[in-house]
Nanobody, 118 residues
Framework: QVQLVESGGGLVQPGGSLRLSCAASGIIFNIVSMAWYRQAPGKQRELVAVIASSTNYLDSVKGRFTISRDNAKKTAYLEMKSLKPEDTAVYYC??????????????WGQGTQVTVSS
């Protein structure tokens, strides 16, 4: 069974920085992509950043957020700088992972709260 475990959320002042981590564990043949989504209260979940053969970002975070991954550690990171109150949300890690049966499956982490407030 594959699990994604996120860490690094918390409370930060506007203009501050946080780094989120998402570690995958279990029986993994390869990780095709990893992504970060977020969901604010009363809003739909939205894709923040994704990394596969390239990276893509939500327009509102371009230039402030950076997604990266360490394939050896099966871990993705989201470096967030110049945080704004509107970045407040629960951040979820998502990964498309191929297991040893070669089937591609979608996995989600449990979510980590990011609160930007003075």
């Amino acid at each position: 069974q594959v699990q994604l475990v996120e860490s690094g959320g918390g409370l930060v002042q506007p203009g501050g920085s946080l780094r989120l981590s998402c570690a995958a564990s279990g029986i993994i043949f390869n990780i095709v992509s990893m992504a970060w989504y977020r969901q604010a209260p009363g809003k739909q979940r939205e894709l923040v950043a994704v990394i596969a053969s390239s990276t893509n970002y939500l327009d509102s975070v371009k230039g402030r957020f950076t997604i990266s991954r360490d394939n050896a550690k099966k871990t993705a990171y989201l470096e967030m700088k110049s945080l704004k109150p509107e970045d407040t949300a629960v951040y979820y890690c998502n990964a498309e992972i191929r297991s040893t049966d070669l089937r591609l499956r979608d996995y989600w982490g449990q979510g980590t709260q990011v609160t930007v407030s003075s």
